[in-house]
């Protein structure tokens, strides 16, 4: 009897404990619900509980290999997610490394498409860039949760599996691992992570246009120098924090055209925010709006605080904003032809992981109408008589000085608004061509160009003939060989006489260079 009281009594503190156990589970695991549907971050009092001394930080979600949290991950969950991802979608993502960073950390890449392994012939590539500073990881997460949304929509979203069957899309999360290694969340303003292991802005460590850029090469950037320089990129979006706007090209400007040498009038310069304008400013313009207009809150053009600057519809020209030498956009643009825009996603750098969500809510639409973007415009090939494709063919369309070049297959793209143009084709050996065409709204123009090979013409003096629609001197060269003029590798807009002119030297150029790390630390 004795035996059976305290068997029954241990039962009743096993029940009880097991009664209070679950009530703090609920507690524990209690949601508010979102009225728009779907559920919302745990309650803020649940977050704010102190941890039990000697663990870890507790996670507002703990990881999930089967579907992607709202958490900030480090560089190893970042690649097992990946990797895992890959394993599952093999006939939709492939992955691959373009490098490595001062720290060893791989430089991921994950292609989204039908034709994850093999360019598609005809189609374009695009690519997305997240936490080139690392202490501005929302773009990190963004692109994540991008790449499950294609792979976990391919099948049920027309316009998604049209996007990854007609593209394909590179994206690479983070291009600072070892900056991001060193942030810490919830630091919204700041330079602590921003730089690479060695201390350098990767975002000032490009070639740059106007001006030379001495600062001493970095494996990140040298990597994404590499990738470009493979790969023709049809579109590309940059994603930052730390203001709430897309920013196009040119960053950088010639302000030595009014202050040619003094260091302090050039400091003025640089800080009056003047716009530098790209011979393609309507088209960088419009696939600005097209992030800006399909995001819950860009376009409003509202500013982040109030010491800083509002955007009209969410949107600046980058030179406008404040300049800066040796910026990723401005190195896409004029030396690959790549259209490149710097999307600034979030007002505070590294917000709090709870935020994430309403992150993704705000920008899931833009991320993806913006790589439709690259279906815009003129496309087609450039062939020989034989109609063989002409690699590296360098074209220009008429009055718009940045070129761009046909890819190992003849293919080129190029971004236009409806409108009326003219191509420029030039390839070594062969003549010159104009072609005429138009850009209708609805769906891009294709244009196939058929390029005449040099002839040989015999005599020696005579008058002008006329090969290929092009003047030629007959015999005025040796052997009579027709030679046309030899085009550069790649267009790109003269180079103003007075950029290379400027003197960076002395104490205001200091003071300079320090005011715009300033402003890049608190703006990114």
């Excluded at 039908?114 to 997240?130: A, F, L, N, Q, R």
Aim: with cysteine; charged share 20%.
């Amino acid at each position: 009897m004795i035996l059976r009281k305290s068997i029954a009594g241990q039962l009743l503190q096993l029940f009880a404990l097991i009664i209070i156990h679950a009530s703090c589970h609920t507690l524990a695991s209690a949601k508010t619900v979102n009225p728009g549907g779907g559920e919302l971050q745990q309650q803020p009092q649940l977050e704010q509980q102190q941890p039990i001394q000697g663990l870890p930080e507790p996670r507002a979600y703990m990881p999930d290999s089967q579907n992607l949290d709202f958490v900030y991950h480090d560089h190893e969950e970042l690649t097992r997610f990946l990797r895992a991802t890959s394993a599952r979608y093999p006939n939709l993502t492939a992955l691959y490394s373009i490098g490595k960073s001062i720290q060893g950390r791989d430089l991921w890449v994950m292609v989204v498409s039908s034709s994850p392994y093999e360019h598609m012939i005809g189609k374009p590539d695009v690519k997305y860039v997240g936490n080139i500073h690392g202490n501005e990881p929302v773009g990190r997460e963004m692109l994540l949760h991008l790449i499950q949304y294609f792979v976990t929509s391919y099948s049920s979203d027309q316009y998604v599996k049209w996007l990854l069957d007609n593209t394909r899309i590179h994206i690479l999360p983070t291009m600072n691992p070892d900056g991001y290694a060193v942030s810490k969340e919830g630091t919204c303003d700041g330079g602590q992570g921003r730089y690479n292991a060695r201390g350098f802005d990767l975002n000032r460590n490009f070639p740059d246009y106007f001006k030379q850029n001495n600062k001493r090469g970095q494996p990140e950037t040298d990597a994404v120098k590499d990738w470009i320089s493979k790969i023709q990129f049809v579109l590309s979006g940059s994603l930052h924090g730390g203001a709430l706007v897309a920013s196009y090209p040119y960053d950088n400007t010639p302000n030595s055209r009014i202050c040619r040498s003094s260091a302090l009038c050039a400091m003025f310069q640089t800080y009056s925010a003047a716009p530098s304008l790209t011979p393609d400013d309507d088209v960088l313009k419009h696939l600005s709006l097209v992030y800006a207009r399909n995001h819950a809150k860009m376009s409003r053009g509202v500013a982040c605080k109030s010491a800083t600057p509002a955007f009209e519809n969410g949107i600046t020209n980058g030179a406008a904003w404040y300049p800066l030498t040796g910026g990723m956009q401005d190195y896409n643009y004029v030396w690959y032809g790549c259209m490149e825009i710097t999307l600034e996603i979030s007002c505070c750098k590294f917000p709090p992981a709870y935020e994430l969500k309403k992150y993704w809510e705000d920008n899931q639409l833009s991320l993806i109408k913006f790589l439709a973007e690259a279906h815009r415009g003129v496309q087609g090939f450039v062939f020989d008589p034989a109609g063989m494709p002409i690699e590296r063919a360098s074209i220009k369309i008429k009055g718009r000085d940045v070129g761009f070049q046909t890819t190992k297959y003849g293919e080129f793209w190029r971004i236009l608004l409806p409108g009326y143009y003219k191509a420029e084709v030039f390839a070594e050996g062969f003549a010159p061509r104009e072609v005429e065409f138009v850009i209708v709204e609805q769906h891009p123009t294709l244009l196939n160009v058929t390029l005449q090979s040099s002839k040989r013409i015999e005599g020696i003096g005579g008058p002008m003939v006329s090969v290929g629609g092009v003047g030629v001197g007959v015999g005025g060269s040796p052997g009579g060989i027709y030679r046309p003029m030899q085009a550069a590798q790649h267009y790109r807009p003269q180079m103003p006489p007075y950029a290379a002119a400027t003197s960076n030297d002395g104490i205001f150029s200091t003071i300079s260079n320090g005011l715009n790390s300033l402003y890049s630390n608190i703006f990114g």
